[in-house]
């Protein structure tokens, strides 16, 4: 069975910090670009950040610059977000979705991630 599978959100305070991973499994994300994306209640899917197979090109958000990091371990079937300095607006489920030219989307379950004092 193919899917993705996140984890790593919680309940965080501001300022604080949250790394999620999103692991595949039935297949290998070697030759998939993955994206992270968020939504927040009432608010449409937004794109947080995306990383191309080889991990050569990134992109991020304007409002997690300088805050997000993606990454990729390959060896591991796995890429990473790492969430720095969080503040409440971030509060959302987070999503990862792979995708490859030809292929079908995969999409996880996502994660829940709740910045609040």
């Known amino acids: 069975q193919y899917q993705l599978v996140e984890s790593g959100g919680g309940l965080v305070q501001p300022g604080g910090s949250l790394r999620l991973s999103c692991a595949a499994s039935?297949?290998?994300?070697?030759?998939?670009?993955i994206g992270w994306f968020r939504q927040a209640p009432g608010k449409e899917r937004e794109g947080v950040s995306c990383i191309s197979s080889s991990g050569g090109s990134i992109k991020y958000a304007d409002s997690v610059k300088g805050r997000f990091t993606i990454s990729r371990d390959n060896a591991k079937n796995t890429v990473y977000l790492q969430m720095n300095s969080l503040k409440p607006e971030d509060t959302a489920v987070y999503y990862c979705n792979a995708k490859r030219r030809g292929f079908v989307d995969y999409w996880g379950q996502g994660t829940q991630v709740t910045v609040s004092s």
């Open positions: 039935g297949f290998t994300l070697d030759y998939y670009a």
